[in-house]
């Protein structure tokens, strides 16, 4: 008796995991991002100048209130809007672990320091999304 009660109560577990994935995924159509998630769509390197890489990228981000696309840990992340309106760049910790982060002087960006000495720069720009006029 007490194994036919564990095999129901499982069975009903089962159904309702498969229940909750197939809400989930008539949520996020295909194309859809999860909230508070971020993907590369676009990156760019020129290599073109000695010592030099020179690398653009893209990045599309679906971020919950109060969030506004960012960078953490090197890769795009949603960060607290606070940050970006601020220009506090180090803030959204930009720099891989063991690297130091400081300000560019004209808070245009940032820069990554290497414990070897190289350095990595970042500049920001980005374009305020105008929605269209319907």
Known sequence: MQLLKALWALAGAAICCFLIFVIHSQFLKEGQLAAGTCEIVTLDRD??????????QTA??????GQIAGTTRARPACV????IKTKQWCEMLPCLEGE???????KSGWTCTQPGGRIKT???SYFPFVPPHL
Do not use: E, F, H, W
Not at 80 to 83: G, Q
């Open 80 to 83: 607290d809007a606070r940050i």
């Open 60 to 65: 599309r981000c679906a971020c919950k209130k």
């Open 47 to 56: 290599s073109s100048q000695p010592r030099r890489t020179i690398a653009r």
């Open 100 to 106: 130091g982060c400081d300000l560019l002087i004209n």
């Open 122 to 124: 970042t500049t920001v």
